[in-house]
């Protein structure tokens, strides 16, 4: 064990804790570390398992409260995951999207500026905005914003998490890292409308809800839409490497060999570190339509159930301002550059799009099979 995870006088906050990236980097932390844990959120029914761990605290509180923020920034490590980020809610809620992407973080932000504490801040692929079908790679400090019109509410929870991320970047003394993740996926991501839930989940739930269901994926504007999907558990390892390099204070020189002007390749020397920093978190090896997702999705579900492919309905078209209504808009490709994650931090997600999909679905269909059969038992009656 590296000599900072052994070390037992270490609690990391987490904000969020209870979500779908929380409960994973819980475990992972309680599993690879000897470091304590204060977690914040409104919501733990992911984690009761970890409820009585002695080497966490737990507060259900929101991060709307002074008071709470207050008490996150006295831990030296602080890692803000607490946000709105289901969809179907950036059309019809968009005051209160923005109040939690934007304002309840910058006042955390503030408090960890004075505290001195590190803030580890999620944000989004979101922010690279309205991509078209022929951008290539999002590059962090390169990459053209474009957002779309102000009157499709869809833009107001990326607006929202940019604004975040250059207020974070325009504190004085404040010790940061955002982190954009590319969709994430894997076990216990958002929840089966109807059951533990409402709305619309993002769109590996949503599939998931609808093959358990027997009812046909519904795509998009046509899923021509593509995404890069990324393991949960992949996407805790660069939390690690992160962690790691951001509690030895800096990391060692990096060299890289690029060409002068004379085209002689000269050895170039510069100091990496973790901090003002913003890092795509994503695997550009597992880009795939949204058509290709349901297609793919599908045959792993009748794989798992044991059916002929045939019973399982096929997906369906349906408009975007039909399926989320008014203000829905979409950015047509996001792929992601994670250079700078693997020359800074050396990282890099490894697991094959087809291998997430099934261990998320695996787990979908074991976890809500029962729960959906209970509750139309319960409606029934
Ligand atoms: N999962 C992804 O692929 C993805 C993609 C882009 C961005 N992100 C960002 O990563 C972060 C975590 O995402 P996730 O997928 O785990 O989402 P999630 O919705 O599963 O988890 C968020 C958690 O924050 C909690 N929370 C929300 N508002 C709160 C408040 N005011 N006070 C206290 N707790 C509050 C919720 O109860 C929830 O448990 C979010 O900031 C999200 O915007 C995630």
Redesign the pocket.
Known sequence: MNLKFNDSSITVAI?????????HLLDAILARTRWRVFG?????Y?IQHRLHDERCEFMC?????KS?VERIAKYPVVV???????PSRYMAEAPEVIR??YD??AALADACAKSGSWLI??????VYGRTSADSGMLVEDETELTFGPVTASRWS?ATA?LLTERYIAGLKNLKWTV???????GP???FMPGVDGSGIP?VLANFSSALVRGEPLKLVNGGTAKRSF?S?FD?VDFMFALFEAGLAGHLAGVVTNTANASGNVVENVAEKSPFSQAFNVGNPDNEVTIAELAYKMRKIFAEIKNVDIETVPAPEMVSGVDYYGEGYDDSMRRLPSVEKAELLLGFKAKTPIDVVLRESLTWFVGHYSSLDERRETRDER
């Open positions: 904000v969020g804790c209870g979500g779908f990236i929380g409960c914040v959120d409104l919501d733990f992911r509180a929101d991060l709307a409260d709470v803000n995951l607490a946000a709105i980020c289901t939690s992407n309840h973080p801040h999620f944000s989004t692929s979101e929870y998490k982190v954009r993740p590319f969709n994430f996926v216990y991501m958002d993002r990324t949960v996407a």
